[in-house]
């Protein structure tokens, strides 16, 4: 879609399709950028839930001293979570942040399509590892559809991954790259689309080698921690990076590289489907390579 010189194409009204970890870190960003949030869920319960991750991670801010109690009503005011999609009608962007899993997400695009009522939309994906042509072809307007990829957690991390596909349209791309570095102050990088895109393409080889490493008993758990943080300088070990990302994201992202790849190095280790299988998730279900009951 074309924009005629002058026209006002900024984006004040968001939706966020999902409030899990990714997409409460998503709101909330939005939210302290000044910005109307919408925010949906499956049914009231994720809902309840949803609303008191985001409030939680704000409170944490003003007992930090870094928000005032004012400003935090405020905050909190501009939100409505719903479980309805059709409350997105008006939404000038739409952050889809839902479960790894690409015909989920094909299907929240396709609905959005539907229900977003406003021509000149941004649909975009935090996918982190999807192909985004598949979720822009679920639509009939790939060209308004973009990857902005955030990191975990997302108040903290000051990088988006902005990835186009084959279709996505120059508006659209420069739109998003503009409400990622001037609205929420992000530092932006690009990449094509290709399944892990540049940050995930790196991260999921090194943490399934930590993976394998602990699986055929090699070293423990907190020695190849330790062996990163303190011999590398990074700020969590492999795995307890893996527990934070969660471990069910980890195997999915491990899947799309693979499926994309074909690479031995991409191929999620046995360990790792086991933690999955065994409901054993990271620090989001209390319990991963390490323990947060
Ligand atoms: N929300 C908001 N703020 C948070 C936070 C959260 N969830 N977690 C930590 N913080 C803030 C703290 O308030 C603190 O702020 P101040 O310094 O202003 O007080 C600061 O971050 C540091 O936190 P802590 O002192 O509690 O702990 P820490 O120094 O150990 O840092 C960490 C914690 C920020 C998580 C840090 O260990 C880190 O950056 N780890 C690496 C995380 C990473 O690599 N993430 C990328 C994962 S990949 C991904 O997300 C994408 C994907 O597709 C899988």
Redesign the pocket.
Known sequence: MEFAKGEDVSVSKVGVVGSGL?GA?IA?VCLRAGLDVVVSEVNSTAADAGRARITK?ID??VS?G?MAEDERDAVLGRLRMTTDLGEFADRDLVIEAVAEHEQTKVDVFATLDKVVTRPDAIFASNT??IPIMKLGMATQRPEQVIGI?????????KLVELVTSLLTGEETSRRAEEFAANVLGKQVIRSQDRAGFI??AL??PYLLSAIRMLESGFASADDIDNGMVLGCA???GPLR?AD??GLD??KA?AESLYAEFKEALYSPPPLLLRMVDAGLLGKKSGRGFYDYS
Not at 149 to 157: A, D, M, Q, R
């Open positions: 990714m870190g909330e991670s944490r801010a930090k870094k982190s590892s990829h955030f990191f975990n957690p997302v108040p903290v991390l940050v995930n991260l999921i990074h700020p969590m990076l934070l990302i994201t980890t992202i």
